[in-house]
């Protein structure tokens, strides 16, 4: 499951993208960006796919930047309402 969020230090904005495997509950990968584009979006899902075994199938919300970088590195994934 790949999520992401926005938090203000010191009056800055910065995307904290995580990426967690919901079948063994543990957290693959987080990483703080000062800005939320497809850059930084691909560098993450490169990054985190070295910590995956196979070809994993990516749970995410309907954020057109997470789907379309998925789609160009050609890696399946589900896309789901945002959970809480």
């Known amino acids: 499951m790949v999520r992401e ?3 203000k230090v010191n009056g800055l904005e910065y995307w904290v993208y995580a990426t967690l495997d919901v079948d063994g509950n543990e957290m693959l990968s ?6 939320r584009n497809a850059l930084a ?3 993450f899902i490169r990054e985190t796919i070295k910590y995956c075994e196979g070809k994993p199938t990516f749970i995410v919300d309907n954020a057109p ?5 998925l ?3 050609a890696l399946p994934y589900n ?3 945002f959970r809480k």
């Open 71 to 73: 789609e160009e590195l």
């Open 30 to 35: 987080m990483r703080v960006y000062p800005s």
């Open 79 to 81: 896309a789901e309402p």
């Open 41 to 43: 979006t691909e560098q």
């Open 5 to 7: 969020a926005c938090v």
């Open 65 to 69: 930047w997470l789907k379309q970088t």
